[in-house]
């Protein structure tokens, strides 16, 4: 079992910042990736930022410049400080990740129930 919680949203004005946080639990091997996923109504999910076990981060570049997506190994998470918030930023944000469930050599895509973000001008 692997469970993935986001906590963070809220409603916010144009300009201001909001930090989300996503921890992973239960019975982990690996993780290779995790990310932010945004889904707005009437639109698809998109993608917000990824991190890999690397290191390596991707922005959409819609959040170029504004978003930093970190990650805490040690704890299983990650986070997305977004900054300069715009109402277009407004949606369901949703973690994700690329996990490797202890006992299985398989990697499978996990999600968290999402987190409302809502940015009023």
């Known amino acids: 079992q692997v469970q993935l919680v986001e906590s963070g949203g809220g409603l916010v004005q144009a300009g201001g910042s909001l930090r989300l946080s996503c921890a992973a639990s239960g019975s982990i091997f690996s993780i290779y990736a995790m990310g932010w996923y945004r889904q707005a109504p009437g639109k698809q999910r998109e993608l917000v930022a990824t991190t890999t076990s690397g290191g390596s981060t991707n922005y959409a570049d819609s959040v170029k410049g504004r978003f930093t997506i970190s990650r805490d190994n040690a704890k299983n998470a990650v986070y997305l400080q977004m900054n300069s918030l715009k109402p277009e930023d407004t949606a369901i944000y949703y973690c994700?990740?690329?996990?490797?469930?202890?006992?299985?050599?398989?990697?499978?895509?996990?999600w968290g129930q999402g987190t409302q973000v809502t940015v009023s001008s």
């Open positions: 994700n990740g690329h996990i490797v469930q202890y006992g299985t050599g398989w990697a499978s895509d996990y």
